[in-house]
């Protein structure tokens, strides 16, 4: 092994394992999301798999589809979202630059078909009254 160069702290089955249990739907973010836009009396489908990104809530009547996005998972530029790990840098490096990637793509194709795209990030639910705000604004728009 050459100097500086990071290895997994386990091995493959384990990562494997462990990556497996890393929900993609359903996270309580998304159900925080959920919960205020239900609060607010808005009516929405989960995870429109025939829309591009297949967004966490779309509310078709407003043309409205929200994606709830992990800091870390998405690269957000908040403090968790920057964070990169010391084990096994290069492929959390590569893994995170291809979802940001991806998120980009999505957005594109959505406003192409004429949907308005919000992303609400994890490190936004820290506040619930501007997160509520924020929603409210949305259903106004």
């Not at 192409?112 to 936004?124: K, R, Y």
């Not at 997160?131 to 409210?136: D, N, S």
């Amino acid at each position: 092994m050459t100097q500086g160069a990071t290895t997994d702290v386990y091995p493959p089955e384990k990562r494997s394992a462990v990556m497996r249990r890393v929900k993609g739907k359903n996270t309580s973010p998304e159900l925080a999301v959920r919960k205020a836009l239900t609060k607010l009396g808005a009516r929405y489908r989960l995870h429109r798999k025939d829309l591009p990104g297949n967004p966490d809530i779309v509310m078709p009547g407003r043309r409205l589809a929200l994606f709830i996005h992990g800091c870390f998972w998405h690269g957000h530029d908040c403090a968790r979202g920057s964070r990169v790990p010391k084990q096994n840098r290069d492929y959390w490096v590569g893994k995170v630059a291809r979802n940001a990637a991806r998120d980009v793509q999505s957005r594109k194709a959505l406003a192409a078909l004429g949907w308005w795209v919000e992303t609400i990030w994890e490190c936004d639910l820290k506040d619930a009254a501007a997160l509520e705000a924020r929603l409210a604004a949305l259903l106004r728009r």
